[in-house]
């Protein structure tokens, strides 16, 4: 990962691979969606019922979170 250049990247190759979630998953996060103090981000399976799952991340995929919005 420290080939990776930009901060935003690194922590979304780091999430792909430490949750394995799918790209498409991953792309469809919204701010919201992340709770930093449970280490969990919430994805939501379909448009109509909401049915959802909860992923966990690991201490360095929220530290590269962290970094992504401190710079916001």
Do not use: C, P, W
């Not at 981000?41 to 966990?56: A, D, H, M, P």
């Amino acid at each position: 990962f420290n080939a990776v250049i930009s901060v935003r990247d690194r922590a979304l190759l780091m999430l792909l691979y430490r949750t394995g979630m799918r790209i498409g998953e991953l792309l469809q996060v919204k701010v919201d969606d992340i709770i930093l103090a449970e280490q969990t981000i919430l994805l939501y399976v379909g448009s109509k019922n909401y049915e959802g799952r909860e992923v966990y991340y690991s201490s360095d995929a929220e530290q590269a979170l962290t970094r992504i919005f401190h710079k916001r």
